[in-house]
């Protein structure tokens, strides 16, 4: 039986090298923290600390590592939602997450603001100045299944924001209005959005009904008016900048022709594109299959992830880290410092932090 098994083994690496893997390209960078979990991370506004929901033995935490030095401390005492984001306020005056109780907590004050029911799937946002929170909420306020809800901190109300989808939401610098999805939007598939609307928060009424023609990996609110970043083409290979006022698209990075021979589903792909907050640059995932699965050879087994930051004015790229991208948690979410220079990444459940610029 042993030397039987012994055998199969030597016959797996034959047949998987014939497929051609090949291992992937490790540049990670220092590593910072270990234990990251959680759907997204940020920095604090003075670009000293990185937050994330600690993924460990114990109860899920909202953890701050200092990036000088990777000194660790827990940033408020609930037990956080791991499957839920973080949103912090531009003026750094409020991180927002949710409790495992679904309560809406800001951690900087340890106060909770709402007792809330959030979607499995919801999306958070926040002003900039941190008086207002989106969210989904399930059910509805309406009494629908699921709605997008807004809370005003400071009158302590919670509303319907009625014109709104279940997803997308990013208020713009006043804070007198929110893009979001526009009604009827798929509240679970984010990147299969293609109506948008510009809500007045004042009147409540539409202000602007605005059409996606990139399929939506990050939006971003900014003086010059909303803008997408997505992919442009069906096969995955264009990643574009879609301003929606202007009802433009631009390419802004183009996959080159797969160094591997290996051809799996999915595969070369873009996927995680975040803005700066100044709009000026664009991170994002590109990978490529390694090796095909040994039993089902149309799924890629090993693929590189490259964490590559595009110059929105200029036009120039950098890959700023590389390695594998499948095993062991693979590639997670990014962010940028306030300032732009710096990035925040995630492998598996480790997390990494370089310049965006040599």
Known sequence: MQRFMVVVRMLTIVALSGLGCRRATEDRGPLLAKGVGGTNI??????????????????????????????????????????????RSANGSALYYFTDAGVLREALSGKDERATSPASWSVLATSADGHLVAYVAVPGIDGSPEAAALVDVDRATLSPLTHCGPTWFRFSPPGDAVLCADVGAPSNQPEMVRDFVVVDLTTGDARERLAALVGPQDAWFGATGPKLAGLLDADGTAMAVNDLRAGTARVVYRLLPSSSDVKTRGFPAMSGASFSADGAQLAF??????????????????????????????????????????????????????????????????????????
């Open 285 to 358: 995932w590109a990978a490529e299959c390694l090796g095909a699965n040994f039993a089902e050879p149309e799924y890629c087994d090993t693929a590189q992830g490259s964490l590559v930051v595009v110059d929105l004015e200029t036009g120039s790229h950098r890959v700023v880290a590389s390695g594998e991208a499948t095993g062991g948690g693979g590639i997670g979410p990014m962010a940028f410092s306030d300032d732009g220079a710096r990035i925040a990444y995630r492998f598996a459940r480790e997390l990494h932090v370089r310049p965006t610029h040599p």
């Open 42 to 87: 940020v920095w604090t506004a003075d670009g000293a600390e990185v937050v994330y929901v600690a993924s460990t033995s114990g109860a899920p935490a909202l953890q701050a590592v200092r990036v000088a030095d990777g000194a660790l401390r827990q940033l408020d005492v609930a037990v956080a939602r791991p499957d839920l984001p973080l949103a």
